[in-house]
């Protein structure tokens, strides 16, 4: 991506708590990712969501080593989002700073105990849905992270909206519903944001989740820059 994308990019962060970043992977790369769901031996772990309480649908974490486009997508985005980030803790005084190179955070992951890859392929069939949420998987904790949507809407399913939600101090929640294409990646904070009030920046919490799938099956790839315990 070029300058003036990243700094769209930020500035749709800053103003909206998201970013659309319009054809990040191709109509190809989408389809092989979805297919790639029934391949067991690419994943570390399943999740159905329903058991655990946090919606319907199921998803699987990637394991180590991560397929090479997704470990060279992962790591492409990270330099970027890391300035942003640094520049959201800087106006929150909040004291932890994300080094520029993505390895010299997971190793900073790994010897905190936090060993096991966090990308992931969520899948949704008709009626499903993922409760809003944070990723949240350790004591190190990259502050943004990005959905990309690997199926066609109105094409493969019907529904099933992607929704983040901004808890406003002293105020009533604000919703927040990003359309998406096949391809199209949204980036969003993982947990919090610092947003400009009279006195000055101020921290909002975020939660992020996905609405009912009405008809058809959704794939979504989905990038976490921190890894988990």
């Known amino acids: 991506m070029t300058a003036d994308q990243w700094q769209r ?11 659309v970043v319009p054809g990040l992977l191709t109509a190809a790369e989408c389809a092989s990712y979805a297919a790639s769901y029934d391949s067991a031996q690419l994943y570390r772990s399943r999740v159905v969501m329903e058991r655990h309480g946090f919606g319907r649908g199921e998803y699987q974490y990637f394991a180590y080593p991560l397929p090479p486009a997704l470990a060279e997508l992962r790591a492409a985005l990270y330099p970027q989002l890391a300035a942003i980030a640094n520049r959201w803790y800087g106006a929150l005084g909040i004291d932890t700073r994300f080094p520029p190179d993505h390895a010299e955070f ?16 969520l899948r949704y069939g008709e009626g499903d849905y993922n409760c809003l949420h944070q990723d949240l998987y350790g004591e190190h904790v990259f502050p943004l992270q990005v959905a990309v949507l690997l199926s066609r809407p109105g094409e493969d399913f019907a529904g099933g909206e992607f929704v983040l939600t901004e808890q406003r101090p ?5 919703v ?10 949204v980036i969003f904070p993982v947990s919090l944001r610092p947003v400009n009030g009279a006195r000055g920046p101020h921290r909002v919490n975020m939660r992020h989740g996905v609405s009912r799938l009405r008809a058809g099956l959704r794939h979504t790839l989905g990038i976490i820059f921190h890894d988990a315990l």
């Open 9 to 19: 990019i930020a500035a749709d962060l800053d103003e909206h708590g998201c970013a």
């Open 176 to 185: 927040e519903v990003v359309p998406l294409l096949q391809g199209d990646a």
């Open 170 to 174: 002293r105020m009533q929640s604000r």
């Open 106 to 121: 997971i190793a900073r992951c790994h010897a905190a105990g936090q060993l096991r890859p966090t990308p992931l392929v």
